[in-house]
Nanobody
Framework: QVQLVESGGGLVQAGGSLRLSCAAS????????MAWFRQGPGKRDFVSAITRTGTKLYADSVKGRFTISRDNAKNTLYLQMNSLKPEDTAVYYC?????????????????WGQGTQVTVSS
């Protein structure tokens, strides 16, 4: 079983940048596909995913602004967020899965971190 801990959230002005990290422990993260989701007042939405082999997926709302990456040697997942907008405000969660059925669906993932708050002021 793997455990996930997110960090790097905070308060930033619109147009600014943040880098989120997700440290995995318990099992090597290279066994899993990994993803970022976010949750505002509504449901938990897909942000980005990266497969074991490095293929990357992005939600349309973050394409060109966010970059997902992973360092398997450090068992860490990253999300570089640039040109942040107030609508990016949410709690950001990382998640892992061994399944590749639908990496954009939250129901594919069984292991989640506790979340980190990102607030973008206008």
């Amino acid at each position: 079983q793997v455990q996930l801990v997110e960090s790097g959230g905070g308060l930033v002005q619109a147009g600014g940048s943040l880098r989120l990290s997700c440290a995995a422990s318990g099992r090597t993260s290279s066994d899993y596909h990994m993803a970022w989701f976010r949750q505002g007042p509504g449901k938990r939405d897909f942000v980005s995913a990266i497969t074991r082999t490095g293929t990357k997926l992005y939600a349309d709302s973050v394409k060109g602004r966010f970059t997902i990456s992973r360092d398997n040697a450090k068992n860490t997942l990253y999300l570089q967020m640039n040109s942040l907008k107030p609508e990016d405000t949410a709690v950001y969660y990382c998640a892992v899965t061994a399944s590749i059925v639908d990496l954009t669906s939250m129901f594919t993932y069984r292991t989640w971190g506790q979340g980190t708050q990102v607030t973008v002021s206008s």
